[in-house]
């Protein structure tokens, strides 16, 4: 029993982090806690293969992944949506006053092809290690890099601000940084 | 013209490491972090500490060997 309550307050304690990637997998708050909860009947289903003192946050994001990616496959054409909408949509442009707006960000996002998106949410906001990131999409930590980088110049690119400094200070050099990254 | 530009950022990005290419300097980073704050903070729903209470009685889990 005390493996259960241990176990278990591990996972509660986990929710926040898988359901906020979920959302950022899904862009569904209600797809996304579905998500989480088959997570967690997985995760405690398959409890025997975790192994103890390893990272339990990489081993939940890990099956949220796999589950997440089994339903896309299930569901067909859902799939590949995003990116068929990302060339039909048009810039965001930045508020009136300058500064980037947090809505602004979530549609600049959304934007992005989904590979690209887990990559910079694992390393950027989850705070994984390019090596954990990896371990988590299955592949190389060369490739996560390289998503990352591409999502984020994409994101420059779409919210049209360059790197370090703050909110692109012009049409043009907005137009420069953009045929750069393109 | 554009494509050393584009080089010299490439290189740029390298050598400030993989850490730099989020970090605090940089506005994405500091998006990124906001928006997925956000998502933290939000309340957990009641459903998931009582399916975790019904996994717990349902599947109790053996001690590993």
Not at chain 1, 21 to 28: E, I, K
Not at chain 1, 68 to 86: L, N
Not at chain 1, 124 to 141: K, N, Q, R
Not at chain 2, 20 to 34: T, V
């Given at each position: 029993?005390?493996?259960?309550?241990?176990?278990?307050?591990?996972?509660?304690?986990?929710?926040?982090?898988?359901?906020?990637?979920?959302?950022?997998?899904?862009?569904?708050?209600?797809?996304?806690?579905?998500?989480?909860?088959?997570?967690?009947?997985?995760?405690?289903?398959?409890?025997?293969?975790?192994?103890?003192?390893?990272?339990?946050?990489?081993?939940?994001?890990?099956?949220?992944?796999?589950?997440?990616?089994?339903?896309?496959?299930?569901?067909?054409?859902?799939?590949?949506?995003?990116?068929?909408?990302?060339?039909?949509?048009?810039?965001?442009?930045?508020?009136?006053?300058?500064?980037?707006?947090?809505?602004?960000?979530?549609?600049?996002?959304?934007?992005?092809?989904?590979?690209?998106?887990?990559?910079?949410?694992?390393?950027?906001?989850?705070?994984?290690?390019?090596?954990?990131?990896?371990?988590?999409?299955?592949?190389?930590?060369?490739?996560?890099?390289?998503?990352?980088?591409?999502?984020?110049?994409?994101?420059?690119e779409?919210?049209?601000?360059s790197?370090?400094?703050?909110?692109g200070p012009d049409a043009i050099s907005a137009q420069v940084t953009g045929s750069n990254a393109? | 013209m554009t494509?050393?530009q584009s080089?010299?950022e490439?290189?740029?990005?390298?050598?400030?490491?993989?850490?730099?290419?989020?970090?605090?300097?940089?506005?994405?980073?500091?998006?990124?972090?906001?928006?997925?704050?956000?998502?933290?903070?939000?309340?957990?729903?009641?459903?998931?500490?009582?399916?975790?209470?019904?996994?717990?009685?349902?599947?109790?889990?053996?001690?590993?060997?």
């Amino acid at each position: 029993m005390a493996v259960s309550s241990a176990f278990k307050n591990d996972l509660l304690a986990a929710i926040p982090n898988l359901r906020a990637f979920a959302v950022s997998l899904t862009q569904n708050a209600d797809k996304a806690d579905d998500l989480v909860q088959e997570t967690l009947v997985k995760a405690w289903d398959k409890h025997e293969s975790f192994q103890m003192g390893t990272n339990l946050k990489a081993w939940l994001f890990t099956i949220l992944r796999n589950e997440f990616y089994s339903q896309m496959r299930k569901r067909g054409r859902e799939v590949q949506d995003t990116d068929g909408i990302m060339t039909e949509r048009l810039a965001v442009h930045p508020s009136q006053h300058g500064l980037l707006d947090l809505e602004d960000f979530r549609g600049a996002l959304e934007q992005l092809p989904q590979d690209q998106r887990e990559a910079i949410i694992l390393i950027g906001a989850s705070g994984f290690s390019y090596e954990e990131a990896a371990e988590i999409c299955g592949c190389a930590v060369g490739t996560i890099k390289s998503r990352v980088s591409r999502a984020r110049n994409r994101l420059q690119e779409i919210l049209k601000i360059s790197g370090e400094e703050e909110y692109g200070p012009d049409a043009i050099s907005a137009q420069v940084t953009g045929s750069n990254a393109a | 013209m554009t494509k050393q530009q584009s080089g010299a950022e490439q290189t740029a990005l390298r050598r400030q490491g993989s850490n730099d290419l989020l970090g605090a300097n940089s506005e994405i980073g500091r998006k990124l972090k906001q928006y997925y704050d956000e998502l933290l903070s939000d309340e957990v729903p009641e459903r998931f500490s009582q399916l975790l209470a019904q996994l717990e009685q349902a599947e109790p889990l053996q001690k590993k060997g």
